[in-house]
């Protein structure tokens, strides 16, 4: 019954995201099944938000206590999940620091933003491409023009260097940057990775500077590169860390860590918000880190996301260019703008993925996904690029036709 449920959505709901074509109503581990009953392999994972897949046990009975328990208390109380949360959050990090607690990754980059200008210091500089959020200051750190313009004037001070240039970086940063915001792969744009030791430069350059470096890890955090944080990978300290997606396993929860004495630039006042640190998203999240650590799944992860990668470049498609990513945040990049026939293509056959770009395919599974389940998309995937790259011809053909 998925055509009623499009025509309410469009009725009901503001059009910012079109109308999906799939309705789901249910899931279990990796597996969606939608309104008319068919099955998907959920290779998206909520856009890399359901670490452990969907109906895990451990969030359903974390969840389930805490909401019969204590659901909300706002902030005027202490209530002991969030601060189990945040201390967990920073044994991860293995550095002394605080957390503010909120509701999504947009949030935790205006809360880092906002810390940022307690700095005393104005400038921020952003990576070109970059995505950091729909609000008004996670936007203006936001390095696509299109997506800022119907909304300007953003907030001011803002500017931006290519993605993985070390040279732009020394050239931008000075006495007056306040901060350098990066995230360690770019995922909303095709899982851009930048070369190796780019990271360590941006920390070395703002140091010398005395500028903070912000990593968002929204998407990357929490297992997803087979890390806690991705930048673990590199052997560096950042200055501030933002995280949501994976955090809450699918409940809504964001947080913005900051390290050392970084973590004493908000005062009382100076940020906040209601549903931050809500009882019910920490226990789920709580519920995640304890599950990633007694399933070992940083290591499945990290197995996992290679053995793919090999796989589908193995395939040897004349479509496929390389993969490229880290563990489960995966771009498979091809040599023609067939993405998004693929990915429509891939949805009838049951595997939902998706085109960030016209030439990139992502995947973002849970991090529970096993190796079969895997190794089904792998097989299935030569031939859903076959029919796509017929389609694109046929269209090409059409189109001639026609002029
Ligand atoms: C790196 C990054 N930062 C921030 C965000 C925004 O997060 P949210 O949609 O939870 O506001 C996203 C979402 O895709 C993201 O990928």
């Known amino acids: 019954m998925t055509e009623p449920l499009q025509h309410r959505w469009s009725d009901a709901l503001m059009d910012t995201y079109g109308v999906p074509r799939v309705a789901l109503v249910r899931g279990e581990g990796a597996v969606l099944t939608d309104a008319d009953g068919k099955e998907y392999l959920d290779l998206l994972g909520g856009i890399a938000v359901n670490a452990l897949g969907h109906a895990h046990p451990a969030v359903i009975e974390a969840v389930t206590e805490q909401v019969s328990t204590l659901g909300h208390v706002s902030n005027l109380y202490i209530a002991e999940p969030p601060i189990r949360l945040a201390e967990e959050l920073l044994r991860h990090l293995g ?92 995922g909303e744009y095709g899982v851009v990775v930048p070369p190796a030791g780019y990271l360590a430069a941006a920390r070395e350059i703002t140091a010398r500077h005395g500028a903070l470096l912000i990593l968002d890890e929204v998407q990357t955090g929490i297992g997803r590169t087979g890390w806690h944080y991705a930048h673990q990978a590199d052997g560096i300290v950042p200055d501030v860390i933002t995280l949501a997606k994976g955090l809450g396993g699918g409940l809504p929860i964001g947080a913005c860590i900051a390290v050392g004495p970084t973590a004493k630039l908000f005062g009382p006042g100076h940020h ?24 070992g799944l940083l290591e499945h992860v990290s197995a996992l996301g290679k053995s793919i990668s090999a796989d589908i470049e193995a395939l040897g498609h004349p479509a496929i260019d390389h993969v490229r990513g880290s563990g489960l945040l995966l771009g498979i990049v091809l040599n023609k703008p067939i993405a998004k026939q693929t990915e429509a293509l891939a949805r009838d056959a049951g595997f939902l993925i998706n085109a960030p770009r016209e030439s990139v395919l992502r995947i973002a599974p849970p991090l529970v996904l096993t190796a079969e389940q895997a190794a089904s998309f792998v097989q299935a995937l030569p031939a859903l690029l076959d029919s796509a790259l017929g389609k694109a011809t046929e269209k090409k053909a059409t189109e001639e036709e026609a002029q």
């Open 95 to 186: 550095q002394p620091g605080r957390v503010f607690l909120c509701n999504s990754g947009a949030e935790a980059n205006e809360a880092a933003f906002k810390l940022a200008r307690r700095t005393g210091r104005q400038k921020i500089i952003a990576a070109e491409n970059s995505f950091h959020g729909r609000t008004m200051g996670a936007l203006a750190m936001t390095g696509q023009a299109d997506k800022r313009a119907p909304f300007e004037p953003m907030p001011d001070g803002v500017s931006f260097v290519p993605f993985g240039d070390v040279t732009a970086l020394e050239a931008a940063v000075d006495e007056d940057t306040a901060a350098v915001i990066l995230e360690p792969i770019q």
């Open 272 to 295: 906040g918000t209601t549903f931050g640190g809500n009882p019910v998203c920490s226990a789920a999240a709580l519920a995640v880190l304890r599950t990633i650590a007694e399933r």
